[in-house]
């Protein structure tokens, strides 16, 4: 399960609404407590969402990280985190989304299922696999992970 990479500091998450199944629970945790010993104080960035994105913040936070939440402009599905250092302005989904992959060099998500079209996880994780230099961790809801390295 080991990062061999100790310069990842900025960490982003993205997740199903439906929240993370104990095993994708436990796997991200181990992840962000490898990284938050590997370099103390990093940055997480999340995308408010209720589900995975509320349950992987207050873990970040609980780890010490510096939280950095992403909210979007439609309420329907937000979380209103409370635990942030930071929190921008809202934005529509796909620009949040997007902008979460910007911000950081690895990407952790746990998506609800196999990839789908109409997902903002799935999108986000595309978007991160297009620019090709991001570390990602993809953890299904069984806790198989599949790992890509940038280049």
Not at 50 to 58: F, L
């Amino acid at each position: 399960m080991t990062i061999n990479t100790p310069t990842l500091t900025y960490v982003g998450f993205t997740g199903t609404r439906k929240g993370m199944t104990w095993q994708q629970r436990r796997r991200i945790h181990d992840y962000l407590e490898e990284l938050a010993v590997v370099q103390p104080g990093s940055e997480f960035h999340h995308g408010d969402a209720v589900g995975a994105d509320e349950q992987a913040a207050g873990m970040a936070y609980a780890l010490r990280y510096w939280v950095v939440c992403h909210p979007p402009k439609r309420n329907t599905y937000r979380a209103y985190t409370t635990l942030n250092h930071v929190t921008l302005p809202e934005e529509d989904y796909l620009v949040r989304n997007k902008a979460i992959v910007d911000a950081t060099s690895v990407l952790l998500a746990t998506p609800d299922g196999p990839e789908r079209v109409r997902s903002g996880t799935w999108q986000a994780i595309r978007y991160a696999r297009s620019l090709g230099d991001r570390y990602m961790v993809v953890v299904y809801p069984d806790g198989k992970v599949h790992r890509v390295t940038g280049r």
